[in-house]
T-cell receptor
């Protein structure tokens, strides 16, 4: 089983719908992150969480919200999806410290029509 | 503020040829540097990282990178590429100011041709 699991892997939704992307990890890490990947833009940080009670906005948090339900679970919500939120979304985890590597899920491909 | 620039969006190369993927960063403080690889339909995985010490860092799959502080660069190299190296490569920087702030470059797509 993967250390970082994202569900669903693919999703098509309509404009204005609420959608939740889920992430769970078995690494035992405190830190979890949500990124979106767009061609030519690399990965951009949406939200990150250092522990269950700590949630921080990243560089592109507008239109998104998150919930850290447990150490192992971190979900991303789009309250009212719009077409420019069509992207590949990645969840990642890491141990404490800026020198530690991030472990990524396989991604969720979201299409908003 | 940190930033990362990957100078090439795509690099086509023939099998068994050497390759260099370029990365420059800017930061007002000391940084940690990473290269990640993303194979098709997969998440990113770590290739190598520079934390301190020797400026030449060796990673998995025969890749290596050299940290150059004066040029603020962290270029990735491989002396002989294989078809299986076809993937997207991301340079990333993380600073030491406390907390976590890893910034990724836009990515370089390496395409290895037979």
């Amino acid at each position: 089983d993967a250390d970082v699991t994202q569900t669903p892997r693919n999703r098509i939704t309509k404009t204005g719908k609420r959608i939740m992307l889920e992430c769970s990890q078995t690494k035992g890490h405190d830190r979890m992150y949500w990124y979106r990947q767009d061609p030519g833009l690399g990965l951009r940080l949406i939200y990150y969480s250092f522990d269950v009670k700590d949630i921080n906005k990243g560089e592109i948090s507008d239109g998104y919200s998150v919930s850290r339900q447990a150490q192992a679970k971190f979900s991303l919500s789009l309250e009212s999806a719009i077409p420019n939120q069509t992207a590949l979304y990645f969840c990642a985890t890491s141990d404490r410290g800026a020198d530690t590597e991030a472990f990524f899920g396989q991604g969720t491909r979201l299409t908003v029509v | 503020a940190q930033s990362v620039t990957q100078l090439d969006s795509q690099v086509p190369v023939f099998e068994e040829a050497p390759v260099e993927l370029r990365c420059n960063y800017s930061s007002s403080v000391s940084v940690y540097l990473f290269w990640y690889v993303q194979y098709p339909n997969q998440g990113l995985q770590l290739l190598l990282k520079y934390l301190s010490g020797s400026t030449l860092v060796k990673g998995i799959n025969g890749f290596e990178a050299e940290f150059n502080k004066s040029q603020t660069s962290f270029h990735l190299r491989k002396p002989s590429v294989h078809i299986s190296d076809t993937a997207e490569y991301f340079c990333a920087v993380s600073d030491l100011t406390g907390g976590f702030k890893t910034i990724f470059g836009a990515g370089t797509r390496l395409f290895v041709k037979a």
